[in-house]
């Protein structure tokens, strides 16, 4: 069991750095010229249409990778500032859930598992009070 935690911790680490890079500006800046690069050695050394219309599709899509990454990472990043907001400004609330994005999938899970017995429960009460 520890070695299965210590792997995914491992592999949420590796994930989470990916995401960060495949995110950050400059790494879209490298790939632009990358693509710009590849666009201007290719295009204009074939004559064969369909390959550069492949070519054009191909290097939009791939630059598109990082144009979606990044506003993911941007909307990720603001929905956990305002959860974490909303949490942290309730007095009742349960503190657990601060920094989810920092916690492993079997963290999360857990959580998750806690809130649907939490919600069974006052569900069941709710059915007693009903009955009576």
């Known amino acids: 069991m520890k070695k299965t935690l210590i792997i995914e911790?491992?592999?949420e680490q590796v994930t989470a750095l990916a995401t960060?890079?495949?995110?950050?500006?400059?790494?879209?800046?490298?790939?632009?010229?990358?693509v710009v690069y590849w666009w201007a050695?290719?295009?204009?050394?074939?004559?064969?249409?369909?390959?550069?219309?492949?070519?054009?599709?191909?290097?939009?899509?791939f630059l598109?990778?990082?144009?979606?990454q990044k506003s993911f990472n941007r909307?990720?990043?603001l929905v956990n500032l305002k959860l974490n907001e909303l949490v942290s400004?309730?007095?009742?609330?349960?503190?657990?859930?601060?920094?989810?994005?920092?916690?492993?999938e079997s963290e999360i899970t857990?959580?998750?598992k806690e809130y649907i017995e939490e919600?069974?429960?006052?569900?069941?009460?709710?059915?007693?009070?009903?009955?009576?």
């Open 75 to 77: 909307y990720s990043s």
């Open 89 to 104: 400004s309730h007095q009742e609330a349960n503190n657990s859930v601060l920094n989810t994005h920092k916690k492993t």
């Open 119 to 132: 919600e069974i429960e006052a569900i069941e009460e709710l059915i007693d009070k009903n009955k009576t």
């Open 110 to 112: 857990e959580l998750v």
């Open 9 to 11: 911790k491992g592999f």
């Open 64 to 68: 598109s990778l990082f144009l979606i």
């Open 41 to 61: 050695t290719n295009l204009f050394s074939s004559h064969d249409w369909h390959q550069n219309i492949g070519d054009l599709i191909f290097g939009t899509t």
């Open 20 to 34: 960060k890079i495949l995110g950050h500006t400059l790494t879209f800046v490298l790939a632009l010229c990358l």
